[in-house]
């Protein structure tokens, strides 16, 4: 399985993130939700820079994917109108984690967008293009930066201002772990690069 951790800046840049030899401690044994989760909220309290919080992030939902093997089927399948599927594992009020799985049909693309806090997302099947943008204007105008394919084991972490649009390539379904944090859901945002408007998404 490919173990490849990337990082989305607000600028719309793809940086490799390389895995620590501290982190390779983590990769044993059960690791159970209610663990990940206890773990998550000690490193939101640790660390306030979100950058510094995703590349501790990063580490614990690869050792939640690879020693859980109930994530493989936890997903709802794709609406056939709409291409896509969320299925929320956890959400609690007055708590700023959100975990969920999202499924894609093959070939659907989603609008370009933001998520206006940082997220993460592991591919467990299928593969998804991610095409990655930024602002060129405080109004609506962004140009596209490049893109990236992630195939299943990979993970990448998102940015609260890192704008992109999500692909489903191949022939089955793509699903993948989500994680985010509080969203500031006024500051969240569909955009048209042809029209140079936004929308909240």
Same mark, same amino acid.
């Not at 044994?29 to 989760?37: A, K, P, V």
């Not at 093997?69 to 794709?78: F, H, T, V």
């Given at each position: 399985?490919?173990?490849?951790?990337?990082?989305?800046t607000d600028d719309g840049k793809c940086e490799a993130w390389e895995e620590s030899a501290d982190n390779l401690e983590l990769s044993a044994?059960?690791? @159970?939700?209610? @663990?990940?989760?206890t773990d998550l909220e000690d490193i939101l309290d640790k660390f306030k820079s979100d950058r510094h919080r995703l590349q501790a992030i990063c580490p614990?939902?690869? @050792?939640?994917?690879?020693?859980?093997?109930?994530?493989?089927?936890?997903?709802?399948?794709?609406?056939?109108?709409?291409?896509?599927s969320v299925l929320t594992l956890y959400d609690e009020p007055n708590f700023p984690l959100t975990v969920q799985t999202v499924a894609w049909l093959?070939?659907?693309?989603?609008?370009?967008?933001?998520?206006?806090?940082?997220?993460?997302?592991?591919?467990?099947?299928?593969?998804?293009?991610?095409?990655?943008?930024? @602002?060129?204007?405080n109004n609506g105008g962004i140009e596209k930066i490049g893109e990236i394919i992630?195939?299943?084991?990979?993970?990448?972490?998102?940015?609260?201002?890192?704008?992109?649009?999500?692909?489903?390539?191949?022939?089955?379904?793509?699903?993948?772990?989500?994680?985010?944090?509080?969203?500031?859901?006024?500051?969240?945002f569909e955009f048209d690069p042809v029209t140079c408007t936004t929308k909240n998404f």
């Open positions: 399985m490919v173990s490849q951790d990337w990082l989305v044994g059960q690791y @159970r939700l209610y @663990r990940f989760l614990l939902v690869r @050792r939640l994917l690879t020693s859980s093997d109930w994530l493989q089927g936890e997903y709802l399948e794709p609406d056939p109108e709409t291409g896509w093959p070939g659907r693309v989603s609008p370009i967008h933001n998520h206006a806090t940082w997220g993460v997302v592991a591919l467990i099947n299928g593969a998804e293009k991610n095409t990655l943008w930024r @602002r060129t204007d992630l195939f299943p084991g990979e993970i990448i972490s998102l940015m609260p201002d890192a704008i992109h649009s999500i692909e489903a390539l191949g022939d089955e379904p793509t699903i993948s772990f989500n994680l985010y944090g509080e969203t500031n859901y006024e500051q969240r």
